[in-house]
């Protein structure tokens, strides 16, 4: 792997979407489990793929061990170094300043952004999963008429200390949302045939009507909005999750100026990025994908940034779990913008000056801009 220009290699990240980390320590069924989006199949293994040879090249030296390192050596000296130990010599070979941390997708024990950001040696911040909330309101027991005003007092004091609000609607619709504000009356409704039909089991809120009102929820709190865009595991219906989608509803936002962020993106991160460049209040990012990519992330990178202002693009790793996803996002984003800015100096477009400039840009200042961190640091 060429060098890193050594203005990529020195700037802290904020990773502006990740998850916890878990607690446990990770045998190799939880690595092929938790590797990528897939579920894994019989007679193959995850770690035939670019996520799995780029990890097997990257991560095996955090841990003392030669890269490539045979998978049943690194699980080996994993558990003998213990989960703690391990997730903080990712985290902190990460090179993050700042983390954001998604805290509505637990399906097991993670650790809280606090203790994230402790691992990390980085300040952490909350981002609150809209649809938790509307879910968290339902279980406690409330009613179709009283649904809108629990929701967005929920809402307010769930994001009290949240620095943005993030929609899957991506998983439970589809992204071919309409535009308006939906009124309180059309919420009741909607409420009410959702309530009616989850009496059975756990609510799960995967309604238009209903997504478009948490959404706006988020907008009135006036907290950056991040949506789940494109690539996810087989839970989402990937046609339905082009950015392009988005169109008529990000025009009614774009009013109030509040910063509306498209996460991941892949493979609609070209459609992303021209939404980046013709909506003011839009920014992108090509998380998730940049370590599932492995050696490919820098076209990745060249081509989200074709046309998305490189004001309007900001890293994430999308790690969740497994803390070598947080260094191998990070690792491989690096080298991806390395590459990138290195073409750019040897065909004389900007200057070294210039490179430095865009580095800190995207890696941390257009986060703390859209996010408002920079007062808080
Ligand atoms: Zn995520």
């Not at 590797?35 to 090249?57: H, I, P």
């Not at 950015?243 to 609609?268: C, D, K, S, W």
């Amino acid at each position: 792997m060429p060098d890193l220009l050594s203005c990529v290699a020195e700037q802290p990240l904020v990773d502006h979407h990740c998850h916890g980390v878990l607690y446990r320590d990770a045998d190799e069924a939880t690595l092929e489990s938790m590797l990528n989006e897939g579920a894994g199949w019989t007679g193959g293994s995850v770690f035939d793929s670019q996520a799995g040879f780029a990890f097997l090249r990257l991560c095996p030296p955090v841990l003392d061990l030669p890269p490539h390192a045979e998978l049943g050596d690194y699980v080996a000296r994993r558990a003998e170094l213990g989960a703690t130990e391990v997730s903080k010599r990712f985290l902190v070979a990460a090179g993050v300043s700042v983390l954001c941390v998604d805290t509505g997708f637990t399906p097991e024990p993670v650790t809280s952004p606090d203790e994230l950001g402790d691992l990390a040696g980085a300040t952490a911040y909350e981002i609150v999963r809209l649809e938790r909330v509307a879910e968290d309101v339902a279980a406690a027991g409330v009613g179709a008429a009283g649904f809108a005003d629990a929701v967005r007092s929920a809402l307010a004091t769930r994001t009290a200390s949240a620095v943005g609000v993030k929609s899957i609607a991506a998983y439970r619709t589809g992204l071919d949302l309409r535009a308006g504000r939906p009124s309180d009356f059309e919420v009741a409704a909607a409420a009410g045939r959702w309530l009616a039909a989850a009496k059975s089991g756990p609510p799960r809120v995967a309604d238009e009507t209903l997504q478009r009102f948490l959404i706006w929820c988020g907008v009135d709190l006036r907290l950056p909005v991040q949506f789940h865009v494109g690539y996810g595991d087989s839970d989402v219906d990937l046609h339905r999750c082009n950015p392009l989608l988005l169109t008529p509803l990000l025009r009614a936002i774009q009013p109030t100026g509040v910063p509306v962020m498209l996460l991941h993106n892949y493979p609609y991160h070209r459609e992303a990025g021209y939404l980046a460049q013709v909506f003011p209040q839009v920014y992108v990012d090509a998380g998730l994908a940049t370590h599932n990519l492995g050696a490919r992330a820098p076209a990745l990178l060249a081509e989200a940034l074709e046309l998305a202002p490189y004001g309007k693009f900001l890293y994430s790793s999308d790690a969740f779990g497994l803390p070598e996803l947080y260094y191998l996002g990070a690792a491989l984003f690096r080298s991806a913008l390395s590459e990138f800015l290195r073409n750019g100096l040897t065909e004389d477009l900007y200057t070294e000056r210039a490179a430095v400039r865009l580095t800190r840009m995207i890696c941390a200042d257009n986060a703390k801009r859209a996010y408002q961190l920079a007062s808080q640091m």
